[in-house]
């Protein structure tokens, strides 16, 4: 998927565009429309499935990728 389709997903997920329209503008998204409503935006970043974190993993999150510790540091130090 290239950044024209990102972007046009984005619109149809923020109902700024029907997805008749996008589809008409880019047929690639017809898959995307079988699991459009488990589709969400946070961060710029499209999500599927549920997204709902609270405040407690947000934090936790942040904390653990404080001063970039790299991938395993971080994941060791989240299972402490």
Excluded: C, W
């Amino acid at each position: 998927i290239n950044d024209d389709q990102l972007s046009l997903l984005m619109k149809i997920i923020n109902n700024i565009i029907s997805t008749n329209e996008a589809i008409r503008i880019q047929p690639e998204l017809n898959s995307y429309l079988k699991f459009i409503d488990e589709l969400s935006i946070a961060d710029n970043l499209i999500l599927k499935g549920n997204t709902n974190r609270n405040a407690a993993q947000d934090t936790v999150i942040q904390l653990a990728h404080e001063g970039h510790l790299g991938v395993q540091k971080t994941l060791s130090q989240l299972s402490e």
